[in-house]
Nanobody, 125 residues
Framework: QVQLVEAGGGFVQPGGSLRLSCTAS????????MAWFRQAPGKEREFVAS????????FYADSVKGRFTISRDNARNTVYLQMNSLKPEDTAVYYC??????????????????WGQGTQVTVSS
């Protein structure tokens, strides 16, 4: 179990940018694959992006590919989601999640056992 806290959500106009951050407690952050999911009202939670434990390989949902970038700073126990060219369809509560240590968790929600409280992102004119 790892405790995660998201930050950086807010209001932005279409075409704008936001950077979300998720900070974890503990000493083992580097061992967890990390991901971002989002959930809009009336919709299921969906995968957004993930990064393997330690860093390197990343995965993105088709809907955000080319616009969003996930990264991590293990020294700061933080994972980021840089969101550019935001669209109204990106409006949702964004959650960061951690998978089991050293696991190959990519986009399957059930592979991530620790979740933050979420941060609201609203894209509207």
């Amino acid at each position: 179990q790892v405790q995660l806290v998201e930050a950086g959500g807010g209001f932005v106009q279409p075409g704008g940018s936001l950077r979300l951050s998720c900070t974890a407690s503990g000493r083992t952050f580097n061992t967890y694959p990390m991901a971002w999911f989002r959930q809009a009202p009336g919709k299921e939670r969906e995968f957004v992006a993930s990064i393997r434990w330690g860093g390197g390989t990343t995965f993105y949902a088709d809907s955000v590919k080319g616009r969003f970038t996930i990264s991590r700073d293990n020294a700061r126990n933080t994972v980021y989601l840089q969101m550019n060219s935001l669209k109204p369809e990106d409006t949702a509560v964004y959650y960061c999640a951690a998978g089991r240590a050293f696991s190959s968790a990519y986009s399957t929600e059930s592979n991530f056992g620790s979740w933050g409280q979420g941060t609201q992102v609203t894209v509207s004119s």
